[in-house]
DNA sequence: CGTATTTGTCCGAGTGCCAAACAAATCCAC
DNA sequence: GTGGATTTGTTTGGCACTCGGACAAATACG
């Protein structure tokens, strides 16, 4: 009973079709259609049976849709069930994960990633290239994307991709692409989905450019840590701090797209300026950088210098471990803030959060309940990221297939 | 193209229901039928044909589905169109606001306000009475809330009630309407939602209970200031502080029904001590008591206190004026936090921070800023409560008679 | 007063789901 | 083995709902 997909409107993308709603009965069979898909797409392969258990559809009416969907390409019926129980084999209906693939980048500070994963997750294809570390203009990304997009077997323009999802570490306009301002890339006012469009040759609608939190989110969500759950917070911790959230099982993106910029937010009352302007915010008190600072160490950057602070606590430091104490003090407050805010059921953490994760647990949690009541903060689970650096490839995989699974009959 | 009204489960309103959401064409209807219902009930009388307009269904379409709301009565068809253009007039549907009404009551710190409000928002009746001043217990509040309903003319029982709506401004367990904490009240732990059940003798699932602030932001949405928007945070002042989040047009309550508990958000470096254990949280700063204590007020509470602050500022009273500039800044600094994690379309200020308003307004609006990215919180909206205290009222029964929209044919 | 326009009403058609009856394929007991 | 019990696919007829078109009704305007 979700929504269908909502056209990209530049405004609100969960805002309602401008006539709202009156249902015909062909919207039943889209919605059938894509219910099924997405069930095969998020638990795998299921027999006949099962998809009629899990939807409650008569099984004249399964037969119906996966005939249907068998004719479209996107599913085979193969094999019959592992034979559990007396009854008549049921078979087993699978998605055909090259049926459609969604072509997927990620914009790292330090390193471009790109995958082709299709339906069901499959990754099908994964490269990546580290950058030389110095800031790079927008063309030159563009054409670093498409060298690294070329030397894989599908491309934006095969006929079997749905579209090209990109996530970028700023503040993104979803409906076209537009980047406002990328402070880690060093970009302001980049139109990067038409800059990819041309660049492939898509049209500019198959181009999904979103934000790298909110993208982290729906991937941990749909096939990380927060599976199934209702309402998700992904933190991303790179050098700067994001948010993305999952509401009510939906990415929720905010008025204007904006949602989730949860770096500059107030948590230290002590703490140092910004580069926002503001003091004291959660990013300058959390991010790589803090971390790096708190335990002393210049002049190197990136994930290779978090870690070497992570075998010095492993190894005994005393300055590391209390760097990393006193990152998990701070972070904790920030999530306390959040969870008191929205509650969430799940708190995943991700970028350099991950592998610090067992190391900032406890100062973390304590701090935390230090600022929330006791029943809200309680249930909560605050857990590592379980996709790590794919997080983000796998939720803008999950953005471009979404359109696949809202309206089945299309493609 | 909504969902469906989701059961009340314990664990999260908005979650879909055990077998999750095979459609037939019976749920169309009952779609249809509650958006057109939806249509007069927040946008007032209209005509045939202009709800066919706005539905985008056919002439036969609309004509049956008013028919069958005719039969159930929530309906009547009378007068023509005010005669504008060419062509047969439409004839004017109309909800009959008296076939549906909630019961709603209010519990306050320093009175306890009831009202029977019906589709379309009409209120049919409404009373408050002020309490002396001390906390009362649950049972005492249950007896006065019971003599305050039974004075009005549409009790609970009355077959036209389609339930009785609560806000609490506490911890509440939406399920059963159980009361965590109300620290306003001195309650803990207290059964109200069967407590209420009893003394009215109604079934518990014709009670609804729910945190005042998440009423207010359903009240601001649905009749206030936030109409139709897709995404509100409406602040609560009291002497607490509490949030009530629209998101996507839904009510949001996080994961177990505790969002918007923004009263223990960090705000202020140097705060003072707060009841939580912790130091520096917004209701600390932004609340009654930080008003009155700012403004060197002892010994007076409640709205009249309030008033009298503002009473001063107006007069050119130095110490107000700044008692007033300074509440204002942390409402902006806690504003901007959540605008930069939930980037809403509205935030509504509802409780003393409405007559507040136009004092707050500058201070506010600079701290905010401040901690907002420019794209951010420039479109943002932040504006003044419209319904005032009414607002809880009126988001109880939209509460209410949500479940007759939802699905008009069982009444 | 006639025409253009808009809308209600009626009827047939299309779509999509379901229930029931039947057939097929498995397990299990004897 | 063989015959029930059980589960599931398949087919068919029926039902609920919506839509489009034809026609009638009610208005405005020249």
Redesign the interface.
């Known amino acids: 009973?979700?929504?269908?997909a909502a056209p990209a409107t530049g405004k609100?993308e969960?805002?309602?079709?401008a006539?709202?709603?009156?249902?015909?009965?062909s919207?039943?069979r889209r919605?059938?259609l894509g219910?099924l898909l997405e069930c095969l797409h998020l638990e795998g392969p299921a027999s006949r049976s099962e998809l009629g258990?899990?939807?409650?559809?008569s099984r004249s009416?399964v037969a119906d849709l996966v005939h249907e969907l068998v004719r479209s390409g996107l599913v085979v019926e193969d094999g019959v069930s592992p034979s559990s129980g007396p009854g008549r084999p049921s078979p087993i209906v699978r998605l055909r994960g090259s049926a459609a693939v969604a072509v997927v980048v990620e914009l790292g500070v330090d390193a471009v990633s790109a995958a082709v994963i299709g339906l069901g997750g499959d990754v099908v294809d994964h490269r990546s290239v580290q950058l030389a570390g110095m800031r790079v203009s927008p063309e030159d990304t563009v054409r670093q994307v498409a060298d690294l997009v070329r030397g894989m077997d599908i491309g934006p323009t095969h006929p079997r991709a749905v579209g090209l999802g990109v996530a970028v570490p700023g503040?993104v306009r979803r409906a076209d692409g537009f980047v406002?301002?990328a402070p880690n890339l060093g970009w302001k006012d980049v139109a990067l989905g038409g800059l990819l469009a041309e660049a492939f040759d898509v049209p500019l609608d198959r181009v999904r450019v979103g934000n790298e939190a909110d993208l982290g989110a729906v991937g941990e969500h749909r096939r990380g840590a927060g599976r199934g759950?209702?309402?998700l917070v992904f933190i991303s911790g790179e050098v700067g701090i994001g948010?993305g959230?999952i509401?009510?099982?939906?990415p929720?993106?905010?008025?204007?797209?904006?949602?989730?910029?949860?770096?500059?937010?107030?948590?230290?009352?002590?703490?140092r300026p910004c580069t926002?302007?503001?003091s004291?915010c959660w990013e300058t008190e959390v991010g790589e950088s803090a971390l790096l600072r708190a335990a002393g160490v210049r002049d190197v950057r990136g994930l290779a210098a978090v870690d070497a602070v992570l075998t010095r606590v492993m190894a005994g430091d005393a300055a590391a471990t209390a760097a990393v104490a006193e990152i998990g003090h701070w972070l904790g407050?920030g999530v306390g803030?959040?969870t008191?805010?929205?509650?969430?059921?799940v708190v995943v953490l991700g970028g350099i959060l991950q592998p610090l994760f067992p190391f900032v647990r406890e100062p973390m949690l304590d701090a935390m309940h230090?600022?929330?009541?006791g029943?809200?903060s309680q249930?909560?689970r605050v857990v590592p990221s379980a996709l790590g650096t794919s997080a983000q490839l796998h939720g803008a995989a999950e953005v471009v297939l979404a359109s696949v699974l809202a309206d089945p009959t299309t493609r």
């Open positions: 009973m979700d929504s269908p609100d969960r805002s309602a079709p006539t709202r709603g009156g249902a015909r009965a919207v039943v919605h059938n219910l258990a899990t939807t409650g559809l009416t503040l406002h301002v759950c209702g309402h948010a959230l509401i009510g099982g939906q929720m993106l905010g008025a204007a797209g904006y949602a989730g910029e949860a770096g500059h937010m107030l948590v230290n009352p002590d703490g926002c302007g503001s004291g407050v803030n959040i008191n805010l929205l509650n969430p059921e230090a600022r929330c009541l029943p809200v249930p909560v």
